[in-house]
């Protein structure tokens, strides 16, 4: 899809193997806070967050784990009350919008009020603490509910094409611009090879 392959032309996700991308498969914790972080840093900034996490279930030498100290120091996730961030368990859908709430609010974005606030027939199983966040990605047009149904399925793990479509609204409905180097401007023609690299960790900045 378009969303799957503008977030890979830019490094912000990658396949399975096999030219495969796997969109029915479910997405890990880690793996969405990586997508967060690649649309966000470089990978020189990224260097910054490999130290040990706090996490008594990600250790220093998880691929994810500079990812993830990233998410928790700028308070677009959180872990659990056991001191577990559970980096392989699948992100549910309204996870997912929490995380992406926090991170517009961590980079100063604001969400647009696109679409009239709808009230999913699953509302009530949506938790507290992502009732706001559900209410600003809908009205910004960044996730909705299933056109028949009008559920949103809000503890339903999130496929991996959910995640790349629900990203890939958000970058467009915010204007996102991804930060990579000072010196390359986004209308430069070898901008998105540079940005796609450095998401990749292939090549860095000075």
Known sequence: SQAVNSLADQGIVSGTGGGNYSPKATLPRAAFVTMLAKATLSATDLSQYTFSSSFSDVRSSYWGNRYINWAVETGVANGYEDNTFRPER???????????????????????????????????????????????????????????????????????????????????????????????????????????????????GY
Do not use: H
């Open 90 to 204: 699948a992100v549910t859908r309204q996870e997912m919008a929490v995380m992406v709430k926090n991170l517009a609010e961590s980079t100063g974005k604001q969400f647009p009020n696109i679409n009239s606030a709808m009230t999913f027939r699953d509302q009530g199983q949506i938790a507290s603490w992502a009732t706001e966040a559900v209410r600003l990605c809908q009205q910004a047009s960044v996730i909705s509910g299933d056109a028949d149904t009008r559920m949103f399925r809000p503890t339903g793990r999130a496929t991996r094409a959910e995640a790349a479509s629900m990203f890939y609204k958000l970058l467009r409905s915010v204007d996102w611009e991804p930060r990579t180097f000072s010196d390359v401007k986004s209308t430069a023609w070898y901008a998105g090879a540079v940005e796609a690299l450095a998401g990749l960790g292939i090549l860095s």
